[in-house]
C-alpha cells in the first residue's frame, strides 16, 4: 500500500511542478473567502485517485476537491496541493499529502514536497522516513532555544482573538514562530526536527492525517486542545517532542476556549 501512496503522490507531484511553470495560465476558482483552488488541485487528486482505484477498487476514499467515494474500511484521506495559495504566488512550500486509514487508525503518510523532491513517509509501527532514511523529531528540550511552526486561522475570525494571545504567549518565550503555509510540510518537517514544535487551529483531516502519523513515527506526541486525541475531529492540534508538546499546552491553555475544546 505505501508503494501505490508513494507513486500517487510522486505523479501528482510531478503534475504541479510541471504547472508551476505556467502560473499565469492556471484556472483558479474562490470556493469562500481567502480559500482557493486551481485546476491543479484537481488535477493532481484526479492522478491520486486513479492510482489508488486501479490497485484497490474496493478502498473509500476522502479527497479535498472531491469529497466521500464510498467503499470498504480502508479509507485514503488525500490533499492533492497543501499550500495552494504560496503554489499560486509561486512560493516555494507546497506538498501533496495522501494517508490511509483502517477504520480510525491511521496506518500510512506519505508527504511529498515536489520543489525539493523529499518525500516524508510512515507506516505505522515501522518509523517514519525522509528519502528512505529514519528520521526523529528534535531534542529539544527548552522552550526559549526551540522553533515552532504554526498556521493562522485566516478562515475562522471567532477564534482569531484567543489565537493571538496564544502567539502573544509563545512570541517572545521562543527562539522564532514560523508561519509557512503548508501544514502537511510543517508536520513532516516536525518529524525530522526542523521544527520543534507546532500548533494551529481548524485543520482539516486531509490537511493533517499523513503528517500526524510522521510525527508519531518519528516519536512525538500529537493532541487536541484538551490533551486528547479528538485532533481528526476538531481540527485544533498541538504537537512536538514529548517535552515541547507539554510547554506548548501550558503556554496556550489558559486561552483555549470552550468552542475550541
Ligand atoms: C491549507 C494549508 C495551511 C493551513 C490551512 C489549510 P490548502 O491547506 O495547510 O497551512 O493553515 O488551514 O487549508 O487549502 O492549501 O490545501
Ligand atoms: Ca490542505
Ligand atoms: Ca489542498
Known sequence: MLTI??????NAGGLIQRS????GRLTIDKKSKNDFVSEVDYIAEQEIIQVIKYAYPDHSILAE?????????YTWIIDPLDGTTNFLHGYPQ???SIALKNKSKIELGVVYDPLRDELFTAEKGGGAMLNNRRIRVSKQTDLSTALLGTGFPFKFPQHLDAYIEMFRTLTPTTAGIRRAGSAALDLAYLATGRLDGFWEIGLK?????????????????????????QYLKS????TGNPKMHQAIYQAIEPYVTDQLK
Open 5 to 10: 501512496a508513494v507513486r500517487a503522490a510522486r
Open 20 to 23: 508551476s511553470e505556467n502560473l
Open 65 to 73: 476537491e472531491s469529497g466521500e467515494h464510498k467503499g470498504n474500511h
Open 94 to 96: 507546497y506538498a501533496v
Open 205 to 229: 483531516e486531509w490537511d493533517m492525517a499523513a503528517g500526524i502519523l510522521l510525527v508519531q513515527e518519528a516519536g512525538g506526541v500529537v493532541t487536541d486542545f484538551s490533551f486528547n486525541d
Open 235 to 238: 481540527g485544533n492540534i498541538i
